[in-house]
């Protein structure tokens, strides 16, 4: 079993484990969702980060064990810790953040005091609505040009690749402010209503079909290398985070290519079309 999908430790294991693995005890869990702007999802407490879950985003808890939570998250099944002051009871998300990114305000006022800013695709739950925000079940205030209802899904997920150009590379980041090529990926998909998971390994084994070799490229098809995954903005034409740019940056396809195989990181894997 993938540790990354397979919520067990040496100590507990998720119920529907029990014959699979080995563990001192089996538990259901308990929901939470994250309660800060992001949390690091580590590979053991105070370990390396290997993703990141975000504001309103569920995650299944599974045990406590000093100041972090032993979690799976919803959105794609990662597993890992999380500190448990990151995570709280918050209810059903009824948007996801459709901006860039936003602030949440103590009023609705834009010069009111900004309490906490919020990523693209992050969850939040509306209470109420006044005529240039919408109040949350937190009290707090969101302009409405920023939020999206969860069950309207985008139609074009490169469109929501490019929303992040710029966004500073980050290895294991899921926000704006640091991502990398596979959180690139699957905040465009998760935003489009497609099930994403991860990491790139996994999206190549888990997305689209494989396109012939011969066959041109177009919008929304994704190339996968050993460890790195971009999307075809159009058939000359790559977005990705990318350590070369140390962002996400449009690089004309073939130079990437070579460029990425010259580095030492081999040749295309993968040509996927989704759909």
Sequence with gaps: MDPRLTPANDRVAASFLQGQVQ????????????????????????????????????????????????????????????????????????????????????????????????SFGARVAVAHEEKKFFELTNGLWVPKPHLRPVDHPFQDPVTIAQLHFGSPYLWGGNTVWGLDCSALVQAALVACGVECPGDSDLQEQALGRDIPADAPLQRGDLLFWDGHVGFMVDADTLIHANVHHMAVAYEPVQPAIVRIEAQGDGPVTARKRLG
């Excluded at 259901?28 to 690091?40: I, K, N, P, Y």
């Excluded at 936003?102 to 005091?113: E, I, M, R």
């Design 23 to 118: 563990a001192e005890r089996f538990v259901e869990g308990e929901r939470r969702q994250v309660t800060q702007s992001f949390a690091d999802l580590l590979r053991r407490p105070d370990g390396a980060r290997d993703r990141q879950v975000l504001f309103g985003e569920d995650v299944q808890v599974f045990e406590q064990t000093g100041n972090y939570s032993f979690v799976q998250a919803a959105k794609d099944g990662y597993c890992g810790y999380v500190l448990s002051t990151a995570l709280g009871e918050v209810p059903d998300a009824t948007h996801i953040i459709s901006a860039r990114s936003t602030h949440l305000y103590q009023a609705p006022d834009f010069k009111s005091p900004d309490h906490i800013a919020l």
